[in-house]
């Protein structure tokens, strides 16, 4: 965001981009909704990400939750040469690098608050697994959802079934924001039937 000084945490995953030529990180816009969403993730919770990459969606975590040490983030990457790099880097000890395939991982690594799976494994693969790795009135932000002119008929088949899982799940509500690179921005219902009223006893 032009004129918005980045948190040095992703200032420093900027210049490790760019030391390392490495340029399909997370956009700046998606990252600070990470940041704002990982602010609001409570208290004893857990994030996860799928596709660590060099690290700038976890920077934009790790800075939305400024002084917090209640969270866990878990963060996955299957390049073993990135994962490893990325343990050099220093994180906060409540960051959790995993080196595994997201699908392997889903199912071992526990439950969520907060899950932005940027991987195809977890994302157009497997969703079932990142689903059921959200807890209730946990929040999914999925990016990368508008259509790209080097997109190939695949891709865009996989978006467009992920899209309507999106929509169409029913433990799932869901919203097409239509800004930055596409996102899409879900919470899982809580459980409850509609009329009850909250004990408060």
């Not at 965001?1 to 918005?4: A, L, P, Q």
């Given at each position: 965001?032009?004129?918005?000084e980045a948190p040095p945490a992703v200032a420093a995953a900027i210049e490790r981009a760019r030391a390392a030529d490495f340029t399909i990180s997370s956009e700046d816009c998606v990252g600070r909704l990470l940041a704002v969403l990982a602010a609001a993730v409570p208290a004893g919770g857990r994030v996860l990400e799928m596709g660590t990459g060099i690290?700038?969606?976890t920077a934009w975590i790790v800075s939305g939750l400024g002084e917090r040490r209640d969270v866990e983030v878990v963060t996955v990457e299957r390049d073993a040469r990135l994962a490893e790099a990325l343990r050099g880097w220093p994180w906060p000890g409540f960051?959790?690098?995993?080196?595994?395939?997201?699908?392997?991982?889903l199912g071992r690594l526990g439950t969520f608050d907060l899950v932005?799976?940027?991987s195809h494994a977890g994302k157009y693969v497997g969703f079932d697994r990142t689903l059921a790795a959200l807890?209730?009135?946990?929040?999914?932000v999925v990016d990368d959802m508008k259509p790209r002119p080097t997109s190939g008929e695949q891709e865009e088949l996989e978006r467009a079934e992920l899209r309507r899982t999106l929509f169409g799940h029913p433990e799932l509500q869901s919203i097409d924001m239509d800004w930055c690179s596409g996102v899409i921005l879900?919470?899982?219902r809580r459980a409850g039937r509609y009329g009850e009223v909250p004990d408060t006893a």
């Open positions: 965001m032009s004129g918005v690290g700038m969606a960051v959790r690098l995993v080196q595994a395939d997201a699908l392997d991982a932005f799976p940027d807890r209730p009135g946990g929040m999914l879900a919470v899982r």
